[in-house]
């Protein structure tokens, strides 16, 4: 499918409820396909998908309050954690499995990597990059665990326990023998080309099995 | 709201023990409109002691119905759009046919002698009501607790015909501590010397066993929490110097109370015969989950965090089995401290959700009508 595909115009990203990791997630998932949001939130992002790309969206979400606020939009989201919330689908059971700004917070990436492998076709994962030029600089001059806009938190209260880089997680995928079908890199409105691993704060993959 | 019980006859019914009642009296309410293809219906299913009286201010006593705060206009199941029916389920004592009514081939109460009933007969004399009423399809069945067991019989015996699905605080089958409990109450009944073997029509009925079922049956649906909120250790202010219920625990004069009032509306052996009925369901042992192969029936499961009744973990087992086979299923863990009495008094986030989930559910129906295939069905083919 063309979407899959599609290029965003160079230079600055195109933004989708305010967020440009949104609106690139949203050209990577077809028309009509059968889309599980792992890591939902209230829903917006699959809201958006149902109503504009005709997808059938499906979400899983820990926070009850959130999981409520989704369900009240009218989506048919699952409360439980991702690990428990995974293994319940049968194979193949998604054309798209979205984990949007997750990664980093999940205790087994690489089996959650897996499972969404496992249960949909293909795999559109974003996670913040910790090697951007700001994080080197930070730690390298003061010493001290950064704080950015994509990681605004401090070492004590911070929910990413997983800090990967962009090279890092391309050696995942190569270990694993899994296939990055798109990459796309941003740093903040705009999209990087060149030195992604240095320049980009949030990177896009779109990640099947070979 | 004013609200009228109505009763449908049906000639004849056969149920699973292979025994046939006849004429079968299945008494219901309604609430709404029916538009003109009655594609607006929601039936409501009663949990274990409730009654067709769902919503409103009945005609007949001036009580208010057991979901009142969920049926109405602007409520959850919104009368100014959907038409919600409720009916007595089989076996009950409130307009359906039960052991109390009148055994016509004998002329006396059926009493012990009435068949065993299942959840999959109540559903199926539902559904015998709803042909009767000229309903096809429903655009939702919704129920707690045993209310939940119907709504997913309902959804696995008809899957064509239900549209989407809410079991609220319920679960797929009981577990040994439900039966326990169960079991408890129904030796409250029958230890009871009035009990007399169900025949007590006419005569003394088990009044002292039945409050004690009832009585135990109020803790379960409580909480801790909510137990220790409502009454802590307070102790009962004596009323005058003959008050028997002085120096008493407030929560025991509470259980008293509350066990004195449901004998004066509910049988004995209908208790008998409705919890055996609960506890022999298994939705996950049922034939009739095969059928669910081709159904596009949307769920809605909620369950609530201090309901140890029904606890959470339960409506997981059937969400998971629902997810397992590719089921579109919502399914949220309200906060609460209400405990199971939860979905009957603490609705307000409960009613955001079914409210939501219903509109939706609305909108894609009036789209198929409106556009034919959806995209997913599409897709499909």
Redesign the interface.
Same mark, same amino acid.
């Given at each position: 499918m063309s979407a899959t595909t599609q290029t965003p115009v160079p230079g600055i990203a195109p933004s989708l409820l305010g967020r440009e990791d949104y609106a690139i997630i949203s050209a990577l998932v077809p028309n009509g396909a059968k889309v599980l949001d792992v890591g939902c939130g209230e829903g917006e992002l699959l809201h958006w998908l149902t109503e504009n790309k005709g997808v059938e969206g499906r979400g899983i979400e820990l926070e009850s309050g959130k999981v409520h606020k989704a369900i009240s939009k009218g989506l048919s989201v699952y409360q439980g954690d991702i690990n428990a919330g995974l293994t319940a689908y049968p194979d193949g059971a998604f054309d798209v499995v979205v984990l949007s700004q997750t990664l980093q917070e999940t205790q087994h990436p690489r089996e959650v990597m897996a499972e969404m492998l496992r249960i949909g076709r293909k795999v559109v994962v974003t996670f913040p990059n910790f090697a951007h030029w700001s994080v080197r600089i930070s730690l390298l001059l003061h010493g001290k665990a950064p704080t950015t806009k994509f990681l605004p938190y401090s070492w004590y209260n911070s929910p990413n326990i997983r800090v990967l880089s962009i090279a890092d997680f391309e050696d995942l995928i190569a270990e694993e023998n899994w296939h990055i079908e798109n990459r796309i890199f941003l740093a903040g409105h705009r999209r990087v080309t060149r030195w992604p691993n240095l320049l980009a704060d949030v990177a896009i993959c779109l990640v099947t099995k070979r | 709201m004013i609200t009228h019980s109505q009763t449908v006859v049906i000639p004849s019914f056969r149920l699973d023990c292979g025994v046939t009642l006849s004429p079968v009296p299945v008494a219901y309410e309604m609430y709404g409109e029916m538009n003109d293809n009655a594609s607006n219906v929601i039936l409501v299913e009663h949990a274990f002691t409730g009654d067709a009286h769902a919503a409103g201010i009945s005609d007949a006593d001036g009580k208010l119905g057991w979901w009142d705060r969920m049926i109405g206009p602007g409520k959850a199941f919104d009368t100014n759009r959907y038409c919600v029916i409720c009916s007595n389920v089989l076996a009950g004592c409130r307009g359906t046919v039960g052991p109390a009514s009148i055994n016509p081939e004998t002329g006396r109460p059926y009493a012990m002698s009435f068949p065993a009933t299942t959840i999959g007969d109540m559903v199926r004399l539902q559904k015998e009501l709803l042909d009767a009423l000229g309903v096809e399809r429903l655009l939702a069945v919704s129920g707690g607790s045993m209310g939940g067991m119907q709504v997913l019989e309902w959804a696995v015996s008809y899957p064509d015909r239900v549209l989407s699905a809410i079991p609220i605080a319920s679960t797929g089958r009981h577990g040994a501590q439900q039966i326990a409990f169960n079991e408890v109450g129904r030796q409250a009944i029958m230890s009871d010397p009035d009990w007399n073997g169900g025949d007590y029509y006419g005569k003394n009925p088990p009044r002292r066993g039945l409050a004690v079922a009832r009585m135990v049956g109020h803790i379960t649906y409580m909480s801790d929490e909510s137990m220790r909120e409502k009454f802590g250790r307070r102790l009962r202010e004596k009323a005058s110097l003959e008050d028997e219920d002085s120096d008493v625990f407030e929560v025991e004069s509470y259980l008293r109370h509350r066990g004195s009032q449901f004998v004066n509306r509910f049988d004995a052996n209908s208790y008998l015969y409705i919890t055996k009925a609960m506890d022999y369901y298994d939705l996950f042992a049922s034939e009739n989950l095969a059928n669910l192969k081709e159904s596009d029936t =949307?769920f809605?499961l909620i369950s609530y965090t201090s309901d140890w009744l029904y606890p959470s973990y339960q409506s997981?087992e059937i969400?998971?089995l629902l997810?397992?086979?590719?089921h579109?299923?919502?399914?949220?863990?309200?906060?609460s401290n209400y405990g199971h009495d939860a979905f009957l008094v603490d609705v307000a986030?409960q009613t955001?959700?079914v409210?939501?989930?219903l509109?939706?559910?609305n =909108?894609n129906r009036e789209a198929r009508a409106n556009r034919g295939p959806t995209?997913?069905e599409?897709?499909r083919r």
């Open positions: - | =949307r809605l997981l969400v998971n997810r397992s086979r590719n579109d299923v919502a399914y949220v863990e309200l906060n986030q955001e959700v409210h939501g989930f509109a939706s559910v =909108r995209v997913k599409k897709v």
